[in-house]
């Protein structure tokens, strides 16, 4: 076949090529372009972006200081919000009722009553109680009612304090310890999960064995157990200190499956070429582990901690449920929650419950997340 033959057939192939860009986009964006058409993983990922933002500026969200106590409003209701007027005529401000005790014969407990003739106007931007978003103190809240009334838009505990307020600052210890306790997690099983499928042998058997002892034991009890071991709050032992050995001791326990599935993609590396490659060129085995072989493993590495956050707030949701997680002062769903364990109490104060909304919630928000991430780094994903 002559030149000239051959020019026209190369010029009709590159005109049939298509002009699609797609060949030039890296692995991770690919993963975005078909995480992105999950809608229902989008839209938790919003949602938990929503809850993380409200959570951090729950001081300025909610109308009271979280630990503000209020003696006159014990197991106070939710105060009702109506946008009709004094006038009777509807508007676009929101006010609430004046709010009366009265002591109940039958059973000599205080009954709140709600008077609908009294309408308490609802102000936006109001200074009230103080309190800190990070290291920034303020007294400015997003609403509230004049002194010396009080806004309860979930209603109050046992002591009389804003559950609104406390189930907001409690997503701050609840919603974190799971980021901070993945971040272990990934650490643990990402380096001994490689170690024991790069070396295999003695190591390899060693670590099988102790993984293994791990998960025979039950995970709650287990828990329990190294909770009740921490020692007391005291003045060299915070309740800052608490927090970060729970979640040390979530990680404890969680890294083992991550190992494991690291260690099965580690063994199938070190038959790929890239690896005889490095091998070949002088490569140390810390080089092969940590420039080779974790990059390759990143985006499964992302998916298992998206999909064991859930596990993690789930487990100080419970440890705080039995009262062996975060203590007062600090609080936490499962603390919260913690009030609402007798049936009685949860039938005469059904707010107290309320906190359960932001663990489901959260919890539903990663495993959507998850499962999209886990669809968008197949490569047979359509």
């Given at each position: 076949m002559t030149e000239e033959t051959i020019t026209p057939v190369r010029a009709a192939v590159?005109?049939?090529?298509?002009?699609s860009d797609v060949g030039e986009l890296s692995q991770w964006q690919l993963i975005w372009l078909r995480f992105r058409r999950n809608k229902l993983a989008m839209g938790g990922m919003v949602i938990l972006a929503i809850m993380y933002?409200?959570?951090?500026?729950?001081?300025?969200?909610?109308?009271?200081?979280?630990?503000?106590?209020?003696?006159?409003?014990?197991?106070?209701?939710?105060?009702?919000?109506t946008f009709v007027g004094p006038d009777g005529k509807l508007g676009l401000r929101p006010y609430t009722f004046a709010t009366t005790t009265v002591l109940n014969q039958a059973t000599f407990k205080w009954d709140f009553e709600i008077d609908r003739n009294t309408r308490i106007p609802i102000q936006f931007f109001v200074r009230g109680d103080t309190y800190k978003i990070l290291w920034w103190q303020n007294d400015l809240h997003l609403m509230g009612i004049a002194p010396p009334d009080r806004l309860y838009v979930w209603g109050a505990d046992s002591l009389g304090r804003d559950m609104f307020a406390r189930t907001l600052v409690g997503g701050q210890v609840s919603m974190t310890v799971g980021l901070v306790g993945i971040a272990l997690t990934i650490f643990l099983g990402s380096v001994l999960g490689t170690m024991s499928g790069f070396y295999g042998?003695?190591?390899?058997?060693?670590?099988?064995?102790?993984?293994?002892?791990?998960?025979?034991?039950?995970?709650?009890?287990?828990?329990?157990?190294?909770?009740?071991?921490?020692?007391?709050?005291?003045?060299n032992f915070t309740m800052l200190h608490r927090y970060f050995l729970i979640t040390v001791i979530l990680s404890l326990v969680n890294w083992t499956g991550l190992?494991?599935?690291?260690?099965?993609?580690?063994?199938?590396?070190?038959?790929?070429?890239?690896?005889?490659?490095?091998?070949?060129?002088?490569?140390?085995?810390?080089?092969?582990?940590?420039?080779?072989?974790?990059?390759?493993?990143?985006?499964?590495?992302?998916?298992?901690?998206?999909?064991a956050i859930p596990g993690m707030i789930l487990g100080e949701t419970s440890l705080s449920f039995l009262g062996l997680g975060i203590q007062p002062p600090m609080v936490s769903w499962g603390a919260l929650l913690r009030d609402s364990q007798?049936?009685?109490?949860?039938?005469?104060?059904?707010?107290?419950?309320?906190?359960?909304?932001?663990?489901?919630?959260?919890?539903?928000?990663f495993s959507v997340l998850g499962d999209g991430l886990r669809d968008a780094v197949d490569p047979y994903s359509i």
């Open positions: 590159a005109a049939a090529e298509p002009t933002l409200v959570v951090i500026f729950a001081g300025f969200l909610s109308p009271n200081a979280h630990d503000t106590q209020n003696l006159d409003y014990i197991y106070g209701p939710p105060d009702p919000i042998g003695a190591i390899d058997d060693a670590m099988q064995r102790v993984i293994e002892v791990i998960q025979s034991f039950p995970t709650i009890p287990l828990w329990a157990a190294l909770a009740a071991a921490l020692p007391n709050v005291s003045e190992a494991r599935q690291l260690r099965a993609k580690v063994m199938s590396y070190r038959q790929a070429d890239f690896t005889s490659a490095a091998l070949v060129a002088g490569a140390s085995n810390a080089r092969i582990i940590f420039v080779h072989m974790l990059p390759n493993a990143a985006s499964h590495i992302i998916v298992v901690a998206a999909l007798q049936v009685s109490t949860v039938v005469q104060h059904p707010w107290l419950i309320l906190p359960g909304i932001g663990v489901v919630i959260t919890v539903l928000g």
